[in-house]
Each structure stands twice: as structure tokens, then as C-alpha cells.
């Protein structure tokens, strides 16, 4: 039998023996429900010694005896459990599983969101707290945070699903067309076929119109645009093309510092080699062309960097790009022969007075010769965000400018084997790039739906900046853009050992002590990266004006007692 060592998280007294439960003040804090704990077993798990477990532990129970234990982490040796049963091992275990995958990882959706759905859970059981529902301020999911779909917007879908409808006096007949017109190009006249890999193609026509407005009549051609599922499923396609290489010559890929977790996630699935660059907080998270430099300088020692990721506007720090900064930003990326991937899916997002969307297509053909022919860009649009906020829907699309023919003949080949994106998301992104017209019935409608949100966000984006900036140990920078602030938040050093003791980073800390104490689910900074010494949380600013304020509130009084408690 080998000897085990567990991190475990305990609710309720009692919830092990003392003789190998050493309590510790907790998560929860003074009065929580629950609490950490550190033990040793002498057990037989584990296979090579080492593992990971996760689950709950179960215990019979007597009185007032443990409601649970969350397992957290096992060291474990001695002889496989299996085996001693009589059982074969498994064929896929955690030692035998991808190295790669069990690097990844994804903050948005990480350990703190998994224990608030059992938050929400454990409300519709009855189970008090001192708080009445959880908030998921944590991703940027609209519709999630109550705003209202378009109604243009699923009038079309609504058809297209069930063409029945299209002899219903109740949607207009600009609706009608346009479904009417979908479905045309749909094998079968029905949205349940197959379309071709990079999407219908009039869709993929449609893109092409838009971005040429956008961009004030620069040319876009349909054959470089693939529609995707959403955005993400673009971005990792692109960068499993630019991935190659062992060793010092592995791919590097540069991201920004804080980082939308989609990031780092798919190159530590790629195997690639993740090259930081800080953005500069305080320039309201500014981009530098002379810190893309020494991060690029430094990487060349370990890596080949060959590509050069952009958030602009920004996640999740939300600032907005100047065009000088894409300029330079191009200039930098031609120079040292780096693609260009430019995440544009905030493009619609855009609140501070002065700050205006440039996309990176515009800018780069605006530029001439020799930067307009030769330097390479690939530029992503998603109908998740913006004022469309259609996240499970699943549309989106990205424009290759200056990609070698051959490369993307292997880029269509590689879209292939996924079949096609979503037609229901297809449909979506028709409609956002090519809404109603003036003429049409329902353009009044559209409109103003379309500005009530994005005015909203506004609203929103100013709101939290403000009352963040009056609480002392807050600091936010504007909310330029996007859907997030990202406040830096001052901790108590006390507070920092604290964590430090439990294994946790400081922030994690502080964000599983805020979804306890009062159901407000943020992200902590650690997990989109910041630099070192200094602690942040990623809020949305989705929710309902009415609930935003009262949250804004309660987290600001939650970070005064945190801070005198740990004072």
C-alpha cells in the first residue's frame, strides 16, 4: 500500500477524522460552509505514483458529519487499485492520455464557473446562502445575461428551420425573401443539408460586401473568406497551419498579456510555444511596438516565432486600437516576417468617445506597397459579440489576405474534414452582414433594436469604470470597447500568504471568496495572465442595467472586507 496526500475541500464539521484531517481556515472564511483541508492516507491509488482525482469523496454521515468533499489534487503511490481487483488497467488513463490536452487550459470556464453551477444548484435545493442567485459575470454571454435577440434577426432563422411558416401573415415580407433566398442555396432547399466546407457560397458573397463597405470600397474576395463555427474555430485552424517544428524550431506564436484563454488553451494543444507580450496598463492597456520587439528578441533564443496575434478591441481588457498602432503593428510584423492574425470580433462594441474600430485589412491595403501585397493577414468576425450576442448559434467566418494559393488549398482541405459550419450560424451571419435596407419593412425596427443594445453597453461600459474607480484598492482603466472591464485589485499581503498556503494564485483567491460570500462569479487575472505582482478579475458588463449596479455595488464592499479582514 503507498502513501496519498490530498488537497480536499470540505463543507460541514466533522468531515474527516481528525487524526488525518488537518483543518484550515478556509475559502469560505470565518462562518463559511466551507473550508480546506489537507490529509494523508495510506491507500493503493494510483498507477506510477502519480495522478489526479477529481469527484467528490463520500462518507457515511452522523449528525452533524460532512455534507461533502471536494477533491482537489492526489499524489498517490504503491501498486495500481486495478490490478490488486483483479481488473485491467484502462487503455486511456491520465498517464496515457495527450500530454498536450492536459496542458490546456481555459480560465472562462475553469474550476470557479464549475463551482458556481453547483452554487445555482444547491439554491434550487433550498440549500441557504447568503445570497439569492448567482451571477455569472464571467463570459461574455448576452442573451445568458437576459438582452433580447433581434427580431429580424430570428424571424429569418425561425423560417429557414421550419419553411412552413413562410404562408404565416405573421412575419414581414422582407423576412420572407431572405429565407426564401437561404434556403435556395441549402441542398434540398432545407437548412438540415450539408453546405460546402467554407459555407453557402452567397453567404460567403455577402461577407465579402460587407467588409467592402466596411472598409470604405477596398475590394474583399469571397474565395478568400471561410465561414467558421464562430470565431475560436477559425483561429485554431488558422494556427494549426503556422504550428511545425521540434525543439528551437518549433513554432512560436505571439499573444497578447492579459490574453483571451482561447489562446494559450490552443497552442498548448498545438504543442507550439505561447510568446508573451505585455500590453501597458498604464496607457489604458496600450500596445507596444518596442515590447512586441523584446518579447520576439527573447523567444528567438528557444523558438521560431511565426505568427503575431491582435485583439482589437480588446479581451479582456477592452481597450480600442489607433490606427498609428496598427500601422506600426504592420510595419513590425512585415519586418521580422510574421502573420498577422487580428481578432475582430468586438468590431460592433466600440463606446469611448474618440475611439473608433480600424480593422487590420483596411489599414495593412491602405498602407500600398509593399506591406498591401506581401504581408500576410488573416482577420476573424464572430456573430457571438457585437449587439447580436448570438454565442450558441455558432457563426463566423475569417478573410485570408496575402496567403500562398497552395497554403490555402490546405486550408480548405483542412476545413473539409469538419464538413461544414452550422447552417443555423450561417444564417446568422448572413443577416449581420447584410441587414435590412432602408427600404425594406423592417429596417425601423432593426435599427433600433440594434442601437438600444449597443447604447446600453455604453451605458454599462461607463457605469462600471466609474464605480469601480471610486473604491480604494480598485483601479479600472476605460472601457473603451468589448464586453469587460478587467480592474486591477489591490490585496493585503496577508491575503496573498493565504492563498500562497492553499495552493491557489492570489486572485483565485479572492474571486472563489467573492462567488461564496455573495454569488458573484468574476474570472480571476491570472487565468487571461497579468504581470507578476500584480492582481486583476475579467467582469462582463452584460448584465441588465438593473442588476449591474446593486452587482457593482456588492463586489465593491465584498473587496473593503476582504481587505480589512485579511488587514
Same mark, same amino acid.
Given at each position: 500500500?503507498?502513501?496519498?496526500?490530498?488537497?480536499?475541500?470540505?463543507?460541514?464539521?466533522?468531515?474527516?477524522?481528525?487524526?488525518?484531517?488537518?483543518?484550515?481556515?478556509?475559502?469560505?472564511?470565518?462562518?463559511?460552509?466551507? /473550508?480546506?483541508?489537507?490529509?494523508?492516507?495510506?491507500?493503493?491509488?494510483?498507477? $506510477?505514483?502519480?495522478?489526479?482525482?477529481?469527484?467528490?469523496?463520500?462518507?457515511? *454521515?452522523?449528525? %452533524?458529519?460532512?455534507?461533502?468533499?471536494?477533491?482537489?489534487?492526489?499524489?498517490?503511490? $504503491?501498486?495500481?487499485?486495478?490490478?490488486?481487483? /483483479?481488473? @485491467?488497467? @484502462?487503455?486511456?488513463?491520465?498517464?496515457?492520455?495527450?500530454?498536450?490536452?492536459?496542458?490546456?487550459?481555459?480560465?472562462?470556464?475553469?474550476?470557479?464557473?464549475?463551482?458556481?453551477?453547483?452554487?445555482?444548484?444547491?439554491?434550487?435545493? $433550498?440549500?441557504? @446562502?447568503?445570497?439569492?442567485?448567482?451571477? *455569472?459575470?464571467?463570459?461574455?454571454?448576452?442573451?445568458?445575461?437576459?438582452?433580447?435577440?433581434?427580431?429580424?434577426?430570428?424571424?429569418?432563422?425561425?423560417?429557414?428551420?421550419?419553411?412552413?411558416?413562410?404562408?404565416?401573415?405573421?412575419?414581414?415580407?422582407? &423576412?420572407?425573401?431572405?429565407?426564401?433566398?437561404?434556403?435556395? +442555396?441549402?441542398?434540398?432547399?432545407?437548412?438540415?443539408?450539408?453546405?460546402?466546407?467554407?459555407?453557402?457560397?452567397?453567404?460567403?458573397?455577402?461577407?465579402?460586401?460587407?467588409?467592402?463597405?466596411?472598409?470604405?470600397?477596398?475590394? &474583399?474576395?469571397?474565395?478568400?473568406?471561410?465561414? %467558421?463555427?464562430?470565431?475560436?474555430?477559425?483561429?485554431?485552424?488558422?494556427?494549426?497551419?503556422?504550428?511545425?517544428?521540434?525543439?528551437?524550431?518549433?513554432? /512560436?506564436?505571439?499573444?497578447?498579456?492579459?490574453?483571451?484563454?482561447?489562446?494559450?488553451?490552443?497552442?498548448?494543444?498545438?504543442?507550439?510555444?505561447?510568446?508573451?507580450?505585455?500590453?501597458?496598463?498604464?496607457?489604458?492597456?496600450?500596445?507596444?511596438?518596442?515590447?512586441?520587439?523584446?518579447?520576439?528578441?527573447?523567444?528567438?533564443?528557444?523558438?521560431?516565432?511565426?505568427?503575431?496575434?491582435?485583439?482589437?478591441?480588446?479581451?479582456?481588457? /477592452?481597450?480600442?486600437?489607433?490606427?498609428?498602432?496598427?500601422?506600426?503593428?504592420?510595419?513590425? +510584423?512585415?519586418?521580422?516576417?510574421?502573420?498577422?492574425?487580428?481578432?475582430?470580433?468586438?468590431?460592433?462594441?466600440?463606446?469611448?468617445?474618440?475611439?473608433?474600430?480600424?480593422?487590420? @485589412?483596411?489599414?495593412?491595403?491602405?498602407?500600398?506597397?509593399?506591406?498591401?501585397?506581401?504581408?500576410?493577414?488573416?482577420?476573424?468576425?464572430?456573430?457571438?459579440?457585437?449587439?447580436?450576442?448570438?454565442?450558441?448559434?455558432?457563426?463566423?467566418?475569417?478573410?485570408?489576405?496575402?496567403?500562398?494559393?497552395?497554403?490555402?488549398?490546405?486550408?480548405?482541405?483542412?476545413?473539409?474534414?469538419?464538413?461544414?459550419?452550422?447552417?443555423?450560424?450561417?444564417?446568422?451571419?448572413?443577416?449581420?452582414?447584410?441587414?435590412?435596407?432602408?427600404?425594406?419593412?423592417?429596417?425601423?425596427?432593426?435599427?433600433?433594436?440594434?442601437?438600444?443594445?449597443? +447604447?446600453?453597453?455604453?451605458?454599462? +461600459?461607463?457605469?462600471?469604470?466609474?464605480?469601480?474607480?471610486?473604491?480604494?484598492?480598485?483601479?479600472?482603466?476605460?472601457?473603451?470597447?468589448?464586453?469587460?472591464?478587467?480592474?486591477?485589485?489591490?490585496?493585503?499581503?496577508?491575503?496573498?500568504?493565504?492563498?500562497?498556503?492553499?495552493?491557489? &494564485?492570489?486572485?483565485?483567491?479572492?474571486?472563489?471568496?467573492?462567488?461564496?460570500?455573495?454569488?458573484?462569479?468574476?474570472?480571476?487575472?491570472?487565468?487571461?495572465?497579468?504581470?507578476?505582482?500584480?492582481?486583476?478579475?475579467?467582469?462582463?458588463?452584460?448584465?441588465?442595467?438593473?442588476?449591474?449596479?446593486?452587482?457593482?455595488?456588492?463586489?465593491?464592499?465584498?473587496?473593503?472586507?476582504?481587505?480589512?479582514?485579511?488587514?
Amino acid at each position: 500500500m503507498g502513501r496519498c496526500e490530498l488537497l480536499v475541500k470540505c463543507r460541514g464539521a466533522g468531515v474527516l477524522p481528525k487524526s488525518t484531517c488537518h483543518q484550515a481556515a478556509g475559502v469560505g472564511g470565518a462562518g463559511s460552509a466551507w /473550508g480546506w483541508a489537507h490529509i494523508s492516507l495510506h491507500s493503493g491509488l494510483g498507477a $506510477g505514483g502519480t495522478g489526479l482525482l477529481t469527484g467528490r469523496l463520500k462518507r457515511q *454521515r452522523s449528525g %452533524s458529519g460532512a455534507e461533502g468533499v471536494r477533491v482537489m489534487a492526489v499524489r498517490a503511490g $504503491g501498486h495500481n487499485q486495478a490490478e490488486m481487483n /483483479g481488473l @485491467k488497467e @484502462k487503455v486511456l488513463t491520465l498517464d496515457t492520455m495527450n500530454a498536450c490536452v492536459k496542458r490546456v487550459e481555459y480560465a472562462v470556464r475553469g474550476p470557479i464557473v464549475l463551482r458556481a453551477l453547483e452554487l445555482e444548484q444547491e439554491l434550487r435545493q $433550498g440549500v441557504k @446562502k447568503p445570497f439569492t442567485e448567482v451571477i *455569472r459575470a464571467n463570459i461574455g454571454d448576452a442573451h445568458a445575461m437576459g438582452q433580447k435577440p433581434i427580431t429580424f434577426l430570428r424571424q429569418v432563422l425561425a423560417l429557414c428551420v421550419h419553411p412552413g411558416l413562410l404562408n404565416s401573415p405573421d412575419f414581414p415580407e422582407d &423576412a420572407k425573401r431572405r429565407a426564401e433566398s437561404i434556403l435556395q +442555396a441549402c441542398g434540398g432547399h432545407s437548412l438540415g443539408a450539408y453546405s460546402n466546407s467554407s459555407g453557402i457560397q452567397p453567404i460567403r458573397e455577402h461577407v465579402a460586401q460587407y467588409i467592402q463597405r466596411r472598409d470604405g470600397g477596398i475590394p &474583399a474576395d469571397p474565395n478568400n473568406i471561410f465561414l %467558421s463555427t464562430g470565431a475560436s474555430d477559425a483561429i485554431v485552424t488558422v494556427l494549426k497551419l503556422l504550428v511545425a517544428g521540434e525543439g528551437r524550431c518549433r513554432t /512560436g506564436v505571439l499573444i497578447p498579456i492579459p490574453q483571451y484563454p482561447l489562446y494559450s488553451a490552443a497552442l498548448a494543444e498545438l504543442n507550439a510555444v505561447q510568446v508573451d507580450y505585455y500590453l501597458d496598463e498604464d496607457r489604458a492597456w496600450a500596445l507596444d511596438v518596442a515590447e512586441l520587439r523584446r518579447a520576439l528578441c527573447q523567444a528567438r533564443g528557444h523558438c521560431r516565432p511565426r505568427a503575431l496575434c491582435i485583439i482589437n478591441p480588446g479581451n479582456p481588457t /477592452g481597450q480600442v486600437q489607433t490606427r498609428e498602432c496598427i500601422e506600426a503593428v504592420i510595419r513590425f +510584423a512585415f519586418e521580422e516576417r510574421l502573420f498577422l492574425m487580428a481578432d475582430e470580433v468586438y468590431q460592433d462594441n466600440v463606446y469611448a468617445e474618440g475611439s473608433q474600430f480600424h480593422s487590420f @485589412k483596411k489599414v495593412l491595403m491602405e498602407m500600398g506597397p509593399p506591406y498591401s501585397t506581401q504581408q500576410e493577414l488573416a482577420s476573424f468576425h464572430s456573430v457571438s459579440k457585437g449587439y447580436m450576442g448570438e454565442c450558441g448559434l455558432r457563426g463566423g467566418y475569417v478573410e485570408v489576405v496575402n496567403m500562398d494559393p497552395a497554403v490555402q488549398q490546405q486550408m480548405q482541405k483542412l476545413m473539409s474534414v469538419r464538413l461544414c459550419p452550422p447552417l443555423p450560424g450561417q444564417v446568422v451571419l448572413d443577416i449581420v452582414v447584410s441587414p435590412p435596407e432602408p427600404s425594406d419593412p423592417s429596417f425601423t425596427q432593426f435599427q433600433a433594436e440594434k442601437q438600444a443594445v449597443l +447604447a446600453e453597453l455604453a451605458a454599462k +461600459a461607463k457605469l462600471t469604470e466609474q464605480v469601480f474607480n471610486e473604491v480604494p484598492g480598485i483601479r479600472c482603466n476605460p472601457v473603451q470597447g468589448a464586453m469587460y472591464s478587467f480592474p486591477r485589485i489591490q490585496l493585503p499581503p496577508r491575503a496573498i500568504h493565504r492563498a500562497k498556503e492553499l495552493g491557489l &494564485a492570489p486572485d483565485m483567491f479572492f474571486c472563489l471568496r467573492l462567488l461564496e460570500e455573495t454569488g458573484i462569479c468574476v474570472v480571476p487575472g491570472s487565468g487571461f495572465g497579468q504581470r507578476e505582482g500584480t492582481y486583476h478579475f475579467r467582469m462582463t458588463i452584460l448584465p441588465a442595467m438593473e442588476k449591474l449596479r446593486p452587482l457593482l455595488e456588492k463586489l465593491s464592499q465584498f473587496h473593503a472586507k476582504f481587505t480589512r479582514e485579511y488587514s
